[in-house]
């Protein structure tokens, strides 16, 4: 990300139709998500959510971004979740690296780092 000099802890590549959009990362300052700049090049390449709207440089907060947080499943899958890949129901961060790989709808994220 290099909008930021912060040590990236964990990251993953988001893709959009099975297409790479670019990388969402947590940092010692928090997260980020930057579009990649090819990605942003495509005339049909869509926005990975419009509280994402593409744009050159990152998008940056303290917390993971609603829309990251709101693939991770809840209930009984997020359960399952915890229980087969002994993930942290709080370290969301982890939940969207393990478990939104193949998730309903046109994003997806696959751990990088």
Known sequence: MNDQKAKIIRSGKVYVRNTFAGI????????????DAEYLNKEDAEPVSLTLPKREPAFRNEQLFAFFDGLIPEGWLLDIAEKNWKVNRN??????????????????IVRDK
């Open 24 to 35: 969402i990362a947590h940092d010692e300052d928090g997260f980020a998500f930057k579009y």
């Open 91 to 108: 370290d969301r961060m982890e939940l969207l690296l393990t478990v939104c790989n193949d998730c309903i709808g046109n994003v997806s």
